[in-house]
Structures are given as structure tokens and as C-alpha cells.
Nanobody, 124 residues
């Protein structure tokens, strides 16, 4: 099983950019589908972006489509989330997650492994 560590969060002004990274250790990272989720205070954890094991299929929530880009480098055991044109409503703790399960990739219960999260704060 992989272990996940996120990095790259921080404080940024509205309109700015951040790049989150999620480094995986352990075996067979390239066999896992990967997702980015976020959770704001008082809100449920929501799916932001998804990429399948090969990188050939991606998904974005409507709220971030056109602004965020998910990618992965299986040779470096890392998945990225490039976030541009950030808005105050993007403020949340961002988590990466890995799964071998099937089922809806929007459902956090369909993921096997989670990182510890990284805080993203967008000031208006």
C-alpha cells in the first residue's frame, strides 16, 4: 500500500496560483487512480479532480474546471494539482487520495489511502 504526503499549500491572493504535490511512497503507485479532494470548515469533503492510473482520463468539478489541472508522473510517484485564478471560495484543506477500488471517483469512501492534507488559503 502507498503512503501519501501533500505539499505546496499556502496563502495566496485571489487571482494567484499554487501547485500542490502529492508524493507517494510504497509499491505500485502507477496502479492507483488518484484524486484531489478539499474540505472547507463546516462543509463536507468534496471531489476536486481525478486522474486514472495511466493519466489518460481526468475529471474536474464544475467549480474548478478550466482553472485547475491534475497530472501525474508515475516515474516520480507524484501527482500534481496546478491551481490558477484562485478564488476565496477555493480556501480549504486539500487532500490527495489513492484508490484501487471501483465505483464513483467522486465518493471519498471509494478511496483506500489518504494524505494528511495541506491548507490553501486565498485572500480576497
Amino acid at each position: 500500500q502507498v503512503q501519501l504526503v501533500e505539499s505546496g499549500g499556502g496563502l495566496v491572493q485571489a487571482g494567484g496560483s499554487l501547485r500542490l504535490s502529492c508524493a507517494a511512497s510504497g509499491r505500485a503507485f502507477s496502479t492507483y487512480d488518484m484524486g484531489w479532494f478539499r474540505q472547507a470548515p463546516g462543509k463536507e469533503r468534496e471531489s476536486v479532480a481525478f486522474i486514472n492510473w495511466s493519466g489518460g482520463s481526468t475529471y474536474y468539478a464544475d467549480s474548478v474546471r478550466g482553472r485547475f489541472t491534475i497530472s501525474r508522473d508515475n516515474a516520480k510517484n507524484t501527482v500534481f494539482l496546478q491551481m490558477n485564478s484562485l478564488k476565496s471560495e477555493d480556501t480549504a484543506v486539500y487532500y490527495c487520495a489513492a484508490r484501487l477500488q471501483i465505483g464513483s471517483f467522486k465518493n471519498p469512501y471509494n478511496y483506500d489511502v489518504w494524505g494528511q492534507g495541506t491548507q490553501v488559503t486565498v485572500s480576497s
